[in-house]
């Protein structure tokens, strides 16, 4: 029995979320759909992580166990069968012991924010039609690696047992008329990125002063952050693992 690593992309707008739900349409249910009339036999997938509805992944990762010969050539095909918004990139063979949850070392997430009407970005950034400062978002950012404990910007109902997180890169930067902010940790809790998100444009708006924003990620309180940031300006845009379980 051999593990794959099936490395995927998306646009999350059609779709309920990455994981598997009852009685709604998700990333893994059409690759799971694809795989199993490619190879004629049900093949159950493993997640990386969980993304919201609507949010979109330049890179994402499942993984798999099977007796099946998977090669190159065959992802032409399993594309073929795939809706236009899913891509399958590679399916690399790992390490018996390789999760693709677990074994991932850090991740890295891009939020998109645009201030003048662009159609084109409609899904795949928020229209934010506000003047913001942009030495105030980045020096909100810098603070944020300060901080371990971010219970402030983690939804409620969530199940992990501690909201401790390394972040070891966070700034924004400006690309293609978009303020983007970029982010990479260790691990993220449930709806952090966009209550960052949502968090430091008060205070690169003025709403807020750095130091309130220091507050409130102080508080350890989550009703003090900003969620209304919506979902799909957030792009996942890599998972990172250690080289050496790819075989």
Avoid at 183 to 192: A, D, E, H, P, T
Avoid at 205 to 226: N, P
Wanted: with cysteine; glycine share 4%.
């Amino acid at each position: 029995m051999q593990r794959y690593f099936l490395e995927l992309a998306y646009k999350g707008t059609r779709y309920s979320g990455f994981q598997v739900q009852e009685n709604a349409n998700t990333i893994q249910q059409e690759i799971e759909r694809a795989l199993e009339i490619f190879f004629k036999q049900k093949i159950s997938l493993t997640g990386s992580s969980r993304t919201d509805a609507g949010v979109h992944a330049l890179q994402n990762f499942f993984h798999f166990d099977t007796e099946l010969l998977i090669t190159d050539e065959q992802l032409y095909n399993i594309n073929a069968i795939l809706p236009g918004d899913i891509v399958v990139q590679s399916i690399r063979p790992v390490k018996t012991d390789a999760h693709c949850r677990f074994t991932a070392v850090s991740r890295s997430y891009r939020y998109y924010i645009y201030s003048k009407k662009d159609p084109f970005l409609q899904d795949r950034a928020w229209f934010y039609p506000f003047t913001v400062d942009m030495d105030i978002l980045n020096e909100a950012a810098a603070i944020i690696k300060d901080y371990q404990d971010f219970t402030s910007f983690s939804k409620r109902n969530t199940q992990v047992n501690n909201f401790q997180c390394s972040i070891t890169s966070s700034q924004w930067v400006i690309e293609n008329n978009c303020y983007v902010y970029e982010v990479r940790s260790n691990r993220f809790l449930r709806g952090m990125v966009r209550g960052l998100v949502g968090t430091m444009l008060k205070a690169g708006r003025k709403i807020i002063t750095i130091d309130q924003f220091k507050e409130i990620i102080e508080a350890k309180d989550c009703t003090k952050a900003d969620f209304k940031t919506p979902a799909h300006g957030l792009f996942l845009t890599a998972v990172h693992y250690p080289e050496d379980i790819f075989i």
